[in-house]
């Protein structure tokens, strides 16, 4: 896990495979946003997570987890026991000590578009997977990560065009 100065980054191992358009997509990463970067409706969420996928031929497929405050959350309290506090900082946690299917929501339809990464150099053709059932964390949870980045995801962009397919 690193805090690369923008948010917390988690490097994953193993084999954590997505099936999707055809294609099979294995999990690099995940990272935080406060607030989220995606809004459902015209509304917004208290956070997101971000779990970056790449498939074989180099392209990348983001599924984004919204959260909302509520019951505190399981999966993030035991990514939060190991959060590097200063930017630079690395720690690595136990193998096995986080299983994402915790952070998932019990209902996985979602919404699906190409759009970009929501870092510079904001690259484009990224297949977004936007779930919609948000899943809660407590308030103590947001507080933690929002002290420490108050406002670190990019500004909800237009559609320009693109077209959002209700997926499941």
């Given at each position: 896990m690193v805090h690369d100065g923008r948010t917390i980054r988690v490097q994953v191992q193993g084999e954590n495979l997505l099936q999707v358009r055809g294609s099979s997509w294995r999990l690099e990463s995940f990272d935080f946003q406060h607030p989220a970067g995606e809004v459902?409706?015209?509304?917004?969420?208290?956070?997101?997570?971000?779990?970056?996928?790449?498939?074989?031929?180099?392209?990348t497929a983001i599924v984004a987890v919204l959260l909302q405050p509520g019951e505190e959350n399981a999966f993030i309290e035991r990514v939060w026991t190991y959060i590097p506090l200063d930017?630079?900082?690395?720690?690595?946690?136990?193998?096995?000590?986080?299983?994402?299917?915790?952070?998932?929501?019990?209902?996985?339809?979602?919404?699906?578009?190409?759009?970009s990464l929501t870092q510079p150099p904001c690259t484009e053709g990224?297949?977004?997977?936007?779930?919609?059932?948000?899943?809660?964390?407590?308030?103590?949870?947001?507080?933690?990560?929002?002290?420490?980045?108050?406002?670190?995801?990019?500004?909800?962009?237009a559609l320009n065009g693109r077209i959002v397919r209700d997926a499941q």
């Open positions: 459902i409706n015209h509304s917004g969420f208290a956070m997101g997570v971000h779990l970056v996928h790449r498939n074989a031929q180099g392209q930017a630079g900082d690395m720690v690595r946690m136990p193998l096995d000590w986080i299983d994402l299917s915790t952070l998932l929501p019990k209902d996985q339809r979602y919404y699906q578009f190409f759009g990224v297949l977004w997977m936007v779930l919609k059932q948000p899943v809660t964390l407590s308030a103590e949870q947001l507080r933690l990560f929002a002290q420490m980045f108050p406002a670190n995801a990019r500004p909800v962009q």
